[in-house]
């Protein structure tokens, strides 16, 4: 059912009921169809739907010899006309044939979610006067937009999106519209809201325009206080720019106000409190600025603020709290202040998603915070928060997202031990947190039941001191772990490839020393096509942000979106790469950089078909390269600078795209990528200098 809008369960959305409307009118004729079963079509309605010529994943019932009043997809009326062609989802194919506009009496025309491709008819809308519900959404058409009805269109409701169309909307002279979708195109130029929103009409019947995921620009038009029954209205995703228009702040049935990732400015404005229906206001991405308005408060119907991503100043209004309905508070990424155990989240019984990161938020963690029993997850990494953690955070019994890395907070042994009493955690992120402190290794840790759903697990530039942790054994569940930038010191653990979910691991940038562990090279995510096809594929309640060893911010919204990766660079490793290495096949990342590993580079490893980074760089490696690594095809990094290799530079494959920086620091190894472009000097033996008597005789 379209749209698909989240709203509170119990409540009624009226932008809904014009489908909904016809949807029950088609069930009812249906279940009357046995009433005109001996009567036969329309003659030309007949052979025009057999010209249709669409071409079904299964067979449709369409046959020259039958009634096609019986056909699969079609309803007649009493004369004996095709009304409704519906065939949503049927695995069609083939372009819309023009003569599809010889079904003059159509009302209801539904083939969404199909293959369909191609132009639409020119003469679509002015022939098919009649038509009230088109739905052609979520096919491959392309083209322009035909031209639009006359003033005598019955047309109600118009759905094309997730199309390829392209160019300008035509005008749409139908008084009678209530529902418009052309989101997920290519359109583009200004909305022209004046063709939806009529000045002085007193006949707009318009509940729902969304024009989002297109390429619309230039400021909003105003004249939407026009269109006066309008209820939700998204414009998100496209390149609209200038202020908020004013008349908006008159949509009294307004409901959600959808506008992200466009680029428009200025202050949200004191009028939005205006918006006393409004559900969801989403304006992220966007360059607003000033202070969120102060009685906020007034929208009490509210369930999703997302203001994430501008550059909004000021602390959280005090009325926000009356926003008793809210389910989703996003206002990370802005340049808010304030002492956050200041305000009062206690009214927030609803709130299930809380993000405040990167703002300039200062004070505790506040208590109120504690009373949002229905919170699954918590943002608020960096800031300026500061003290402890406080055991009343386990009555958060729901909690499963927890990141406040950046920030100032101590006692980090407490707070895993108050942590481990949240049974619903699956997302721990502590980055930058704790600076300095021993790292989280005490013994009544190994002794408490925790964690049990934990699967991120992110302490990473903490600068702790101390050895892994070894009550992290017992993380079964456990599927990423960064342990990097920190001064941790000691082996690396073999139970670390035990465990059974584990496909991410950084403990680089850190003191380790001794080998590598041969256990590491029978982790069963890595190993194992059943435990790989186990890596979470859900989303993750907010998303998770990785520092690349680029230097790039990269952000995830799924485990399975992270690469298989093992990061053991930038420490004091030693001893040969092992042999059954080449058993991690599912392996995307290997970095070894930086560390003390000599011997040769394991010929094993072209096992590992599907790695897209290797980096062995600054170690004490010797021999040749395998030439068997030209097999690797995924390869897009590759580095053993500065070894100790020699020979031939193998070429062909990946390798040829490599250049010198990835092999400089050898003096032995020749090839077109390195310094020595040729062997031949490597290769043959010294020649002695030519003596002075030798020359004379």
Known sequence: ??????????????????????LCQWVFIMLFLPWRASASCDQVDHNTLLSLDFKASSPLNWSASSDCCLWEG?????????????????????????????LTYLTHLNLSHNSLFGLLPDGLFSSLFSLQVLDLSFNRLNGQLPNSPTEASKLEIVDLSSNYFNGTIPSVASDSLSFFNVSKNSLAGSIPISIFCKNGSNHNNLTFLDVSFNRFTDPIPTGLASCSKLQIFRAGFNALSGHLPDDI????????????????????????VGL??????????????????????????????????????????????????????????????????????????????????????????????????????????????????????????????LSISNNNFTNAT??????????????LVLTKSFMLEPLPNDESLADLDGFDKLQVLAMGGCKFAGQVPTWIA???????????????????????????????????????TGSFPGELCGMP?????????????????????VMSKNGTNQQYKQFSQLPRALYLGWNSLSGTIPIEIGQLKFLQVIDLSHNNFSGSIPDQMSNLSNLEKLDLSYNHLSGAIPASLTALNFLSFFSVAYNDLQGFVPSGGQFNTFTISSFEGNPRL??????????LRLLSPAIPPVSADTTAA
């Not at 702040?249 to 939005?272: K, M, R, T, V």
């Not at 603020?305 to 206002?331: E, F, R, W």
């Not at 020749?670 to 062997?679: A, D, E």
């Open 1 to 22: 059912m379209k749209p698909n809008i989240t709203f509170s369960k119990d409540r009624k959305n009226d932008a809904l009921k014009p489908l909904l409307m016809f």
């Open 74 to 102: 079609i309803i007649c009326g009493p004369d004996d006309r095709v009304l409704h062609l519906w065939l949503p989802g049927r695995g069609l194919s083939g372009s819309v044939s023009p003569a599809i506009t010889n």
């Open 249 to 272: 702040f008159s949509l009294a049935d307004l409901q959600q106000l959808s506008l992200p990732f466009n680029h428009l400015s200025g202050n949200i404005g004191n009028g939005i």
């Open 276 to 401: 006393t229906n409004l559900k969801i206001l989403e304006l992220y991405s966007n360059q607003f600025v000033g202070n969120i308005p102060t009685q906020i408060g007034s929208l009490v119907r509210l369930e999703k603020l997302v203001l994430h991503s501008n550059n909004l100043t000021g602390a959280l209004p005090p009325s926000l709290s009356n926003c008793t309905n809210l389910s989703t508070l996003s206002l990370r990424d802005n340049n808010l202040t304030g002492d956050l155990s200041a305000f009062i989240f206690s009214t927030f019984q609803f709130l299930t998603t809380l993000d405040l990161g990167n703002n300039n938020f200062t004070g505790k963690l506040p208590q109120s915070l504690y009373s949002c029993k229905s919170l699954t997850a918590i943002r608020l990494d960096n800031n300026n928060l500061q003290g402890q953690i406080l055991p009343e955070i386990v009555a958060l019994e729901s909690l499963a997202f």
């Open 414 to 427: 407490g707070a895993f031990m108050v942590l481990m009493g949240c049974k619903s955690l699956t997302t």
């Open 474 to 512: 017992k993380l079964k569940n456990l599927q990423v772990l960064d342990l990097s930038y920190n001064h941790i010191t000691g082996s690396v653990p073999g139970w670390l490839g035990s465990l059974p979910r584990l496909f991410y691991m950084d403990l680089s940038n850190n003191l380790l």
């Open 525 to 545: 995510s890595l190993t194992s096509k059943e435990a790989n096809e186990k890596v979470e594929q859900s989303f993750l309640e907010l998303p998770v942000s």
């Open 670 to 679: 020749c090839g077109y990528q390195t310094v020595q472009p040729s062997c």
